[in-house]
């Protein structure tokens, strides 16, 4: 990252609210506000130690399998919707259904649903991740301009053709997008899955931790999975950037 | 004898009961042959173009392009049509050379081959130089410059042009003009092109269709290869007239 890209005000903005922390910390019991350093420590252990760096690769490694297997999915339907009106008529309300169920009433369909633990998460991040990608697909393929259809139209592609070098390239833009709202969804989905009845993971450890009333781990256990989705947000940011250079910047 | 290399015979586009985008079309235009179709907006230039390139079927009648039709034999055309647009139609995500090759690219040319001879396009448009741009960083002109090449590049058999020089300021426009005319005539193609200007149509065609709502040949005026300012000025009143405007 280069020196001028650097947000000096957001940087701030951060210290300033670790300030703040701390300054209440100081005032008020240390089970409600723990200082900054207790805090610090337990990241630490839960970073450098094997046992607890395995418990937190299990949730993003769920996290990502789930939302992979949405997104392909997901944009493999809304493209068949947008290709097709009357695939589009039967599955967009249902999709719709879908997407209008509470995410915690997922989780307590799929513990009844599913006995094993891993395709129970799976299935909740699948259920509630899915309809995004589809709906951001469909949207996204109808957008596409008639003019430059009928401009590759004239020149007769086969339907892969026109995939590869029209549909595709247009709904990338779109297709970040839905990765970036599902990224943070799914992320609090699945720790919500794994607080009933997983016995690994960043929503377990979460759920001893306030068994213990040990607030220092909870706060470093949820500062593991903020890093995880802002690294992640990052990656897809240089990603997207790297695959639609061609975008004309704005100078202002 | 020139064989015919477009017609229209009886074809009607009706998109409604009642509402024709053309009406009993006919017309031919023979192979080599500059034909330019002029009519005020709405009287079906645009839905003859779609015919033309099998984008729409007619309701009724029949479109022959090359001997074949081209909604049916839709594949069939691939390589054969070139198209000039009124706006450039570029793929923004492409850069110039990579716009300019859209078609040989569709045709199966490995990316070697597709590039030199899309260059080759490029270069004799004026472009060497900025084949590595992306359209946003091209002019107007220079992006229907881009869009020329694009359809010269597959080496079309009949090349239709849609108002591609009336966005463009005057002084480009003219340039393009000519330049559009003396590629199609130095490469023997056969051209079609819509305008709204009489006096374009006059300086590029051999031949201008005055189409009348709707969507019908109302007049055909053969254009002689030398035009003085009164036959010029002729020209103009025979086709205002044409269009019920004179």
Redesign the interface.
């Known amino acids: 990252m280069s020196i001028k890209k650097i947000n000096y005000k957001g940087i701030l903005a951060g210290l300033v609210l670790l300030a703040i922390w701390q300054g209440v910390s100081l005032v008020t019991p240390s089970y409600l506000f723990p200082p900054l350093q207790e805090i610090g420590v337990d990241l630490f252990y839960i970073i450098s130690n094997g046992e607890t760096l395995q418990h937190a690769l299990t949730t993003m490694a769920r996290i990502l399998v789930g939302l992979v297997i949405s997104f392909l999915i997901g944009t493999l339907l809304g493209l068949i919707m947008g290709m097709e009106d009357s695939i589009n008529d039967i599955v967009r309300p249902v999709l719709s259904f879908i997407q209008g169920v509470p995410a915690l009433s997922w989780v307590v369909i799929a513990v009844i649903w599913f006995q094993q633990v891993e395709l129970r998460i799976f299935f909740i991040i699948l259920i509630t991740a899915l309809p995004n990608f589809s709906f951001q697909a469909f949207d996204s393929y109808k957008a596409i301009s008639k003019d430059l259809r009928e401009m590759m139209l004239v020149f007769r592609p086969r339907s892969n053709q026109m995939f590869r070098m029209l549909i595709f390239p247009s709904i990338i833009p779109d297709l970040f997008t839905a990765w970036k709202v599902n990224l943070g969804n799914s992320t609090r989905v699945a720790i919500v899955a794994e607080l009933v009845g997983a016995t690994v993971g960043v929503g377990y450890q979460l759920s001893s931790a306030q068994s213990l009333f040990d607030l220092p781990m909870a706060l470093a256990w949820t500062l593991v999975l903020v890093i995880f989705v802002i690294v992640m947000q990052i990656v897809l940011g240089r990603f997207e950037n790297s695959l639609l250079s061609w975008r004309p910047k704005a100078e202002r | 004898m020139t064989k015919d290399a477009i017609v229209f015979k009886n074809v009607c586009k009706e998109f409604s009961p009642g509402d024709f985008g053309v009406r009993d079309l006919d017309f031919q235009i023979k192979e080599g042959e500059m034909v330019a179709i002029v009519g005020k907006t709405g009287c079906g230039k645009s839905t003859a173009f779609?015919l033309l390139?099998g984008?729409t079927k007619p309701t009724s009648g029949q479109v022959k392009v090359d001997g074949l039709d081209p909604y049916q034999s839709?594949?069939e055309?691939?390589?054969k049509?070139?198209?000039v647009?009124q706006?450039d139609?570029l793929?923004?995500?492409?850069t110039a050379l990579e716009n300019a090759a859209?078609?040989l690219?569709?045709?199966g040319l490995k990316e070697k081959e597709r590039n030199k001879i899309a260059m080759e396009w490029l270069e004799r448009l004026g472009l060497s130089g900025w084949e590595d741009k992306?359209p946003?960083?091209l002019s107007g002109g220079m992006k229907q410059r881009v869009s020329i090449a694009r359809a010269f590049s597959?080496d079309p058999k009949i090349i239709l042009c849609d108002e591609s020089f009336s966005a463009l300021d005057e002084l480009t426009a003219i340039k393009l003009r000519k330049e559009f005319v003396h590629l199609i005539r130095e490469n023997n193609k056969t051209g079609v092109f819509i305008t709204h200007s009489i006096g374009e149509a006059i300086e590029m065609a051999d031949r201008v269709l005055v189409y009348k709502k709707p969507g019908h040949v109302a007049k055909e005026i053969t254009v002689p290869s030398e035009i003085d300012v009164k036959k010029m000025e002729e020209l103009r009143k025979n086709i205002l007239n044409g269009m019920d405007i004179a």
Not at chain 2, 91 to 94: A, G, I, K, S, T
């Open positions: 779609n390139l984008l839709f594949q055309f691939k390589g049509l070139g198209m647009f706006n139609r793929l923004p995500w492409r859209i078609g690219e569709v045709n992306f946003h960083e597959v």
